[in-house]
């Protein structure tokens, strides 16, 4: 599937103020990247839901599909399935696709609708499926490419750990200052395992510990961050990564350490943070001493960033701290569409955390 021009019979829907609205399809809303969507999207007076899509639900009541939301109040549609949206979209139903599939599972959705996905104003993908650029995609990371998503009309949203690790680096990447292989840990909620019911992500079986998990160059993410690195720096990018799964919902906590290719202090490598996240809304450079907390981002679409340097100041330590399901997916997701449509990008999306 190619990306087009919006094209240009899509009627325009306006509010009652002459306000630009995006009617919006969700696919895949049963799942935990689904609903946050939603729940973001219902406090965005510029997004219209105009169709939930779920197997699992279709055809129950939207309030089964999202019991923390008044769906009355909110006038959710009825949730269908997938095959009901070619119809929706030939009647003019939405003008954006939001996909919220597991991996791989979009890629096959679009082999066989691929024809009237063309057709559509704006997708966005939270999915692996398009994230190296496949089918004229655009990488959505906005503090990182706002210009390429401005101008687009297809995006890839990124990954939870590769969102956290990129805006730990991203000051030290476009400086030039890497001089090696990154080495990146992160302890990860059990949310970003998906909604599927496994074994491995039970409460028996992960309440009280932490686990290890595709440690070393196996995990999917691995090629993500290295293409992001190297994009960045304009160079290659070696990276190894060590995720643990934790006894919490959701938040990621994440360390990135790497050598420098001159002696940086500390004060010189948090100067150059500060000045280079200033104008962005979503990401909190914390004072020198001060580290990250995933409490402190819950709920929120803020990156909380602390950066020093150690061993004489011929290494980097970076941490991050967001919430997987907000800044790590579906708030990324809105945050892309304000930046797709030229609306304020914070429209609609919580910079505040909520830590109990």
């Known amino acids: ?33 689904g609903q946050e969507f939603i729940r973001l999207a219902l406090q965005h007076d510029g997004v219209q839901i105009a169709a939930l899509v779920s197997r699992e639900h279709a055809g129950r009541p939207a309030a089964e599909l999202m019991p923390g939301v008044d769906a009355r109040a909110a006038a959710l549609p009825a949730p269908v399935t997938p095959d009901a949206l070619p119809a929706l979209f030939e009647e003019g139903a939405f003008d954006t696709l939001v996909a919220c599939l597991p991996h791989g599972a979009f890629k096959d959705y679009c082999a066989v609708h691929g024809e009237w996905i063309s057709k559509l104003a704006r997708v966005i993908d939270l999915s692996s499926d398009h ?30 750990y590769p969102t956290a690790a990129t805006l730990a680096l991203l000051p030290a990447l476009e400086a030039g200052w890497l001089g090696g292989p990154v080495s990146v840990t992160a302890l990860s ?17 992960l309440d009280g510990g932490a686990a290890i998990y595709k440690a070393g160059e196996v995990h999917q993410h691995v090629p993500e961050m290295a293409r992001n690195f190297a994009k960045l720096s304009n160079g290659s990018a070696m990276v190894s990564f060590v995720p643990q799964l934790t006894p919490m919902a959701r938040g990621i906590l994440l360390t990135a350490t790497v050598s420098l290719t001159r002696t940086i202090s500390p004060e010189e490598a948090h100067e150059a943070y500060v000045k280079r996240y200033a104008n962005e809304t979503f990401v909190r450079v914390l004072p020198q001493g001060e580290w990250p907390e995933t409490r402190a981002v819950r709920n929120s679409n803020r990156c909380d960033v602390t950066v020093t340097t150690v061993h004489d100041g011929r290494t980097l330590l970076a941490t991050t701290a967001i919430d997987n399901l907000v800044k790590g997916a579906a708030g990324q997701a809105l945050q892309n569409l304000n930046v797709l449509l030229g609306w304020p990008e914070a429209w609609g999306l919580p910079v505040h955390g909520n830590p109990w």
């Open 131 to 160: 994230r190296d650029g496949a089918d004229g995609y655009v990488y959505g990371l906005p503090e990182a490419f706002r210009d390429q998503i401005s101008t687009a009309t297809r995006i890839a949203n990124p990954g939870c």
């Open 1 to 33: 599937m190619t990306a087009p021009a919006i094209p240009s019979a899509a009627p325009v829907v306006t509010d009652a103020r002459g306000r630009r609205v995006a009617r919006v399809a969700v696919l895949g809303a049963s799942g935990y990247s």
């Open 189 to 205: 909620g059990v949310s970003g395992a998906g909604r599927k019911p496994a074994l491995r992500t039970s409460f028996v079986e």
